[in-house]
């Protein structure tokens, strides 16, 4: 295995069960001493989406261009990540709403090392059927996008120009995400 996997690895490993209760709004010093906080972070603001390759439900490489044209939340996430699964189906929802409209993409992608399969069957089991099984079992796109934590959602506009991410877990339905979802053009929902 490659060192830079191993390392990014232990970070999501570490991070994911950790309590953030710290206020979003904590000062950018403060923040990198810490390390990363829960909430909003707009640090990567314009930022290209990278070309990191995955899997996509139907088993295939794909990439983030290929959402480019409409605004797209990408959720990091795995199954043995308490946090993540408990906003998986908030995610759903959110899919669910805006597969009608079109006006956003939503998609979720596993950081799980195990084959596709397991991380469709979880996702069955959850009931969670508007989420396609996105796979990244090599960790390529948590890595280039340097998410230290999961759950992490990174909200993407139409040209694939990073808008802001979203550190830990968050209520995909709630007003504070509709709000958040509304700067990439997404319409408010909920």
Known sequence: MHRSFLVAFALLVSACGQEMDQPAANNEAQAEAE??????????KGEAAPDAKFTNPDGEETSLAEFRGVPVAVNLWATWCAPCVKELPTLNALARTHDKDGALGVIAVSQDSGPQGSVEAFLSKLK?????AYHDPKMALSGALNAQVLPTTILYDAQGREVWRYVGDLDWTSAEAAKLLAEAGAPQKG
């Open 35 to 44: 390390g990363p906080v829960k909430g909003v972070d707009r640090s990567h």
């Open 128 to 132: 969670v059927d508007d989420l396609g």
